[in-house]
């Protein structure tokens, strides 16, 4: 079993950067692939960023990357979205997922354990 928690989030303006947090308990973290999802209003769940269990590979959205970097500290069992240059279009409840398989890439479906979210709302 993983629980996920995840904090960081709030108002910024556009431009301004945040880092979220994503604090997992449970002995398989080391060895889970994390991801960040968003969510916005009316809108799909999409992928925004997933790491591997070892950290080596990262991967991205294209409407992200360049701006957001993932990144994983295995002795603080927590996963991190370091997000800069924000935009209005970023606006979003933000999830972090688990998945046990050690599945790294967008499929949300490959996920087995999610946080509650995080609100982003970037003004403009």
């Known amino acids: 079993q993983v629980q996920l928690v995840e904090s960081g989030g709030g108002l910024v303006q556009a431009g301004g950067s945040l880092r979220l947090s994503c604090a997992a308990s449970?002995?398989?973290?080391?060895?889970?692939?994390m991801g960040w999802f968003r969510q916005a209003p009316g809108k799909e769940r999409e992928f925004v960023a997933a790491i591997s269990w070892s950290g080596t590979r990262t991967y991205s959205a294209g409407s992200v990357q360049s701006r957001f970097t993932i990144s994983r500290d295995d002795a603080k069992n927590t996963v991190y979205l370091q997000m800069n240059s924000l935009k209005p279009e970023d606006t979003a409840v933000y999830y972090c997922a688990a998945a046990l398989a050690a599945y790294t890439g967008s499929n949300s479906g490959k996920y087995d354990y999610w946080g509650q979210g995080t609100q982003v709302t970037v003004s403009s």
């Open positions: 449970g002995r398989t973290f080391s060895r889970s692939a």
